[in-house]
């Protein structure tokens, strides 16, 4: 197990290094940040002595070595747009959109793995088609236009929630979080459903599936054959075993709702990660998408090896260190 | 471990719910929906419009800027130039900071040389002249130049006055409320960076305390989303009102459009200098053996050939007037010689034969896309108009990222641009649009169709030296006239500010569209 972790982060260090230099590229292909930041009134002298502190004066590979040795001392370097460290900058965002993803990923698989279960269990009943037909409406509707209606139709027809915004926030395990008071769980509401949409729908189609893959095998059969209780077979040897694809939907889908709510968090102007990319992007904020995209990484493989952990879970024929 | 926290949370939801309920009869709050974020809270990092108009709710300066770019007293009651090179500042007696600390001219003194010194560089414009600041005594202070500034006091209006002992303070110590304090309307309540400042109104405020108790800016560049609140009555007055929104905030009730002349210009620039322009070919595409645009005829006939009243009227919905100079009338150095010119196709088919080229010829036009009010659709506009004149014209807009720093380095033969008059008056565009190139002077920075005019340099060098009101008014109006009569630039409007806002309030739009909860009124 121990081997296998420590092989899991050498080889994100390597898509780490791989994608500093794609973004130290990138960035500097597309245009020069100062042209963006720079008070147009400055005049040329003013500008190069701007460039030369952002150390935009050097030579690409100067930069990138530059960055590299702040990076060894745990400096990510500081936002050229906001004039503080990168790091802090994400991390003050991050509960925001944890919050925004922990309830969005709640809704769905509240919502999505019983109904999926259903649907799979009585594929003939008229309830269950309307299921899957609403499924894929939920899959199909585009983000963006999803809540945009739900802002028209909840905030300003009915005016039942606030339109935007995170809302009053309170300290917990010292960051600020909304969902502990009423007025920000209000707020977390609309967001949080339009983001759980598509994914309620992705878990209900896959549960179905499983269900009905699981269901005509022998030792469902067998199980009823020997009289063991309907609940325990659906509690334990379907549900068990149709999980894997499940878990790893799971784990992966709430590594995007992390990284790239963009959309969500610019309708509901949800001060969350998703913004500050995107602005960063605009704003040609080099450290700051470096950072970000770093943490990313990081992000997405912890989660892998936290999902490869509920595998051996889940079906105890799986092992961690012989598949590594 | 879990059972506590959710007893806490409990606790805290109750807690929640209760207070909107206690809250007094008498509270008078305002929320205000920007269209930009600003980048932090420290008024001398950057010197974005944002950035601004924030920090102006909490801090004053030594002269206010107003809507129409006038020179008021603030924290300096009365000033005078001493010399070319020296201003005397009296200060405002009995100012308090919103800590209860006294205002003097140290406060002054190390905020003037924190914007200047300050790695970010965000105000050199405005500090670039300044070579020393020094209290005469506790209320006097004297700022002295390199050289004669006649902009100074236009400068000086625009940084912030921190307390002495914040000079030292980090961005952090601005953002997390320890340094925001200063003298202004308001005081600091809580800022979530990209989200929202909530402030409340200073009692002791010099200029009378606000009719609001308390303010919050929310920052919503979504336009969806800023929309949404206003008519969901969440946010009593929205900047930048999206033209889709237009209809349904006229057509409702209890909301109202306001609407404004700011002091952006937006113009047409073109390579004027080189003897090929890169993207202006023969109408075959062949390459032509001189540079149309060098032609004043041709650069007329491309401006008749444009319907301007058009394009202000349907594509930008009104949200905007047609310019023929860099300011428009009443501020200081709008020139009544500046020829209009009116749109006439026929004419400008004429003239374009006249110039020798009776067939036309095609050009690439650039632009930004999003950047400016309906850019994109503008540039498509123009291009049709260009090609009824036989003007064969393809259109490329890219994003403002990559666009800037093509336009201003003369990489297009045909772009466009805009320009926000800062000053109010016309050197400032002079200086960085039609100036001609030159590092070391610092001028021409964005003259990207290479415009070098003897004339409008002389006039320029004078005007930039000159004190005296008088002497500087007919230099300024020089400088539109030589600019436009040439069409060294081709003036297309004047964007407007256009807020959305319920009918309970009322506010009058600044040319340099910011919006200060301090200059909202209740509607009577």
């Known amino acids: 197990m121990v081997t296998s972790i420590i092989r899991r982060l050498i080889q994100a260090l390597f898509v780490i290094l791989a994608m500093t230099i794609i973004v130290f590229i990138g960035v500097n292909v597309i245009g020069n940040p100062v042209d963006i930041l720079i008070n147009p009134d400055a005049n040329q002298a003013e500008r190069a002595r701007v460039i030369a502190h952002y150390g935009l004066d050097q030579p690409i590979w100067k930069q990138y070595l530059m960055f590299l040795q702040g990076l060894l001392h745990g400096d990510f370097g500081d936002s050229f747009v906001y004039g503080r460290p990168a790091l802090g900058l994400i991390l003050e965002r991050m509960p925001a959109t944890l919050e925004l993803a922990i309830t969005a990923l709640g809704i769905a698989l509240v919502v999505g793995l019983p109904l999926g279960l259903y649907a799979g269990l009585y594929p003939k009943r008229v309830s269950s088609k309307l299921i899957m037909s609403a499924s894929i409406l939920g899959f199909s509707l585009p983000t963006f236009w999803v809540g945009l209606m739900l802002i028209m139709v909840f905030s300003v027809e009915l005016g039942w929630l606030p339109t935007n915004g995170r809302g009053p926030t309170m300290e917990l395990l010292g960051t600020q979080w909304s969902f502990l008071t009423g007025e920000g769980l209000r707020h977390l509401l609309l967001p949080a459903f339009n983001l759980a949409l598509f994914k309620t729908s992705l878990i209900l189609r896959l549960t179905r599936a499983g269900v009905q893959e699981v269901l005509p095998q022998d030792y469902i059969k067998f199980a009823r054959a020997k009289g063991v209780r309907e609940g325990r077979i659906i509690g334990v040897h379907v549900l068990k075993n149709l999980m894997i694809p499940v878990v790893t939907i799971i784990g992966l889908e709430f590594g995007s709702l992390i990284a790239f709510s963009v959309v969500t968090e610019s309708i509901f102007a949800w001060p969350g990660m998703g913004k500050l990319i995107i602005d960063s992007i605009n704003l040609l904020d080099r450290p700051v998408i470096v950072a970000y995209l770093m943490m990313m990484v990081v992000l997405f493989v912890v989660l892998n090896f936290i999902i490869d952990i509920c595998y051996t879970i889940l079906d105890p024929r799986v092992r961690l260190d012989a598949k590594a | ?524």
């Open chain 2, 1 to 524: 471990m879990t059972a506590k926290v959710l007893q806490r949370a409990a606790i805290a939801l109750l807690g929640t719910i209760a207070i909107p309920a206690m809250a007094s009869a008498q509270e008078t709050p305002l929320t205000i929906g920007m269209s930009t974020t600003p980048t932090t809270l420290d008024p001398h990092e950057d010197s974005s419009a944002p950035n601004n108009a924030t920090s102006r709710h909490i801090w004053d300066s030594l002269i206010n800027l107003t809507g129409k770019s006038s020179n008021e007293p603030e924290l300096a009651t009365e000033w005078k130039a001493v010399d070319d090179t020296h201003w005397e500042f009296k200060l405002r007696e009995g100012v308090k900071f919103h800590d209860g600390s006294d205002f003097n001219a140290d406060d002054v003194v190390a905020s003037l040389l924190r914007a200047r010194d300050k790695p970010s560089q965000g105000f050199a414009s405005y500090t670039r002249n300044i070579t020393n600041v020094t209290a005469k005594d506790p209320l006097t202070i004297v700022i002295e130049t390199k050289v004669p500034d006649p902009l100074l006091l236009n400068s000086v209006s625009r940084i912030r006055i921190i307390s002495a002992d914040c000079k030292d303070a980090s961005v952090q110590d601005f953002d997390n409320g320890k340094c925001a304090i200063g003298t202004g309307a308001y005081s600091f309540v809580s800022y979530q960076p990209g989200s929202n400042l909530t402030v409340k109104r200073n009692d002791s405020y010099f200029a009378g305390p606000s009719h609001w108790s308390n303010v919050t800016l929310r920052f919503l560049p979504d336009d969806g989303a800023r929309l949404a609140s206003l008519l969901s009555n969440e946010i009593d007055i929205i900047e930048t009102l999206p033209a889709d929104g237009m209809e349904r905030v006229a057509s409702s009730g209890n909301l109202q459009i306001i609407n404004g002349q700011s002091s952006r210009f937006a113009y047409l620039g073109m390579d004027v200098s080189r003897d090929v322009a890169a993207f202006a070919t023969a109408a075959d595409g062949s390459p032509l053996d001189k540079n149309p645009l060098k032609d004043v005829r041709v650069r007329k006939a491309l401006l008749m050939s444009i319907n301007r009243d058009a394009i202000v009227e349907r594509i930008m919905q009104k949200n905007g007037t047609v310019a023929d100079q860099f300011v428009a009338e009443g501020y200081a150095g709008h020139s009544d010689k500046v020829e209009k010119v009116a749109y006439d196709p026929a004419a400008a088919k004429a003239l374009l034969a006249e110039a020798g080229y009776p067939e036309g010829f095609s050009l690439t036009l650039h632009g930004p896309a999003g950047r400016y009010v309906k850019d994109a659709e503008i540039l498509q506009a123009v291009g049709q108009m260009f090609t009824r004149i036989g003007i064969k014209s393809k259109v490329e807009v890219l994003p403002w990222a990559m666009y800037s720093d093509k336009y201003s380095s003369g990489d297009f033969s045909f772009f466009f641009g805009a320009w926000g008059v800062n000053t109010g008056e016309t050197t400032n565009p002079t200086v960085a649009l039609v100036a001609t190139r030159d590092e070391k002077k610092g001028t021409g920075r964005y003259n990207g169709g290479g415009i070098s005019d003897p004339k409008i340099d002389e006039v320029l060098a004078k005007a930039s030296s000159t004190l005296d009101e008088a002497e500087r008014k007919p230099l300024l109006e020089e400088l539109s006239t030589q600019t436009f009569n040439s069409l060294w630039l081709l003036p297309m409007h004047y964007e407007n500010v256009v807020l959305g806002a319920k009918k309970s309030v009322s506010y009058t739009p600044r040319g340099d569209k910011y919006t200060l909860a301090y200059e909202v009124q209740p509607a009577k």
